[in-house]
């Protein structure tokens, strides 16, 4: 018989999912398979396997449609009994957990990082998302300075430079599921929006 760890965790619906701007608090119900080979162990030994398992598959995953970048697991709620496949002698446990993820929304205020200035727009970072596009048209008082290092700068001199901190709402964001990330497109029309750093250099 193999052992069940259960820690008599509150019923609830899973996932479930609690909104901090845009860091998501989940809960979830997936299954963690260890191999035959890995099953000579018994206790807190296969515990830990298990979470091994866990985080292995976890960072693997790195993203989805519905809850954005996987970012930490948080709490293991539940361990469920194994089941044994049949054609492989490998033991399927299916594991509760509570953990952290990233995803941006439409209408959203958030910062980024510039990364990349081009003539029609400059690319930005924010959490682990790495291609925020902020275009040209949505910062019309912003001017395209070329040059070895080229800049974005209005009237005021304020400068969008690489590497300058820029408040901006997010316009639109999709998944992209070959690639496991999030792309945004996102604007500066709007209150208080704007560079709020400089770069250093």
Same mark, same amino acid.
């Given at each position: ?65 519905? +809850? ?9 709620? $539940? *361990?469920?009994? /194994?089941?044994?496949? %049949?054609h492989t002698g &490998?033991? +399927? ?9 990233? $995803? *941006?929304?439409? /209408?959203?205020?958030? %910062?980024?990082?510039? &990364? ?83 770069s250093s250099v």
């Amino acid at each position: 018989m193999l052992p069940n760890f259960n820690n008599n965790r509150r019923p609830g619906v899973i996932p479930q999912v609690r909104s901090s701007e845009m860091y998501l608090e989940s809960q979830l119900s997936w299954n963690v398979i260890i191999p035959a080979e890995n099953l000579n162990v018994e206790g807190l030994m296969l515990q830990k396997a298990i979470v091994v398992r866990l985080l292995e598959d976890f960072a693997s995953k790195k993203a989805s449609k519905n +809850l954005g970048y996987f970012m930490a697991v948080t709490t293991l709620e $539940k *361990i469920g009994e /194994g089941r044994v496949r %049949e054609h492989t002698g &490998d033991v +399927l446990f299916p594991v509760e957990f509570s953990c952290v993820t990233f $995803k *941006i929304f439409r /209408g959203e205020i958030l %910062e980024g990082v510039v &990364d990349k200035i081009l003539k029609h727009g400059v690319f930005l970072r924010c959490g682990p998302t790495t291609k925020v596009y902020l275009s040209h048209q949505k910062m019309s008082d912003y001017k395209y300075v070329p040059g070895e290092n080229p800049i974005f700068m209005n009237e005021k001199m304020s400068r969008i430079e690489k590497d300058t901190v820029v408040r901006f709402i997010v316009v639109g964001a999709r998944y992209v599921e070959a690639e496991k990330e999030v792309q945004a497109v996102v604007s500066l029309e709007g209150d208080y929006l704007g560079p709020i750093s400089q770069s250093s250099v």
